[in-house]
């Protein structure tokens, strides 16, 4: 039998989502960092989980809905779970 061959070719797509935070978050994540290193964790993760912490935040309706997902975010950050 014959072989198969298939050829890909991957092209980068840039951000996935951004999340915009207003000072209050800021200073909450800010705060949390100087006990717990946000940045390094959030970058240590896979591209789907930061993207989908990120959408899931950003989706958001109410102010009070994202505030609270930001809040829940850094806490599952924390304990080293993920959103999927």
Do not use: C, N, Y
Request: glycine content about 8%; charged content about 30%; overall charge positive.
């Amino acid at each position: 039998m014959g072989s198969l061959r298939l050829t890909t070719t991957l092209q980068a797509r840039g951000p996935a989502a951004a999340v915009v935070l207003d000072d209050e978050q800021v200073a909450a994540i800010g705060e949390g960092a100087k006990r717990f290193p946000v940045a390094a964790t959030i970058d240590g993760l896979a591209f789907t989980h930061r993207k989908e912490f990120a959408r899931w935040v950003a989706e958001a309706k109410k102010d009070e809905t994202r505030d609270r997902r930001v809040a829940q975010a850094l806490e599952m950050l924390r304990e080293g779970r993920t959103r999927s």
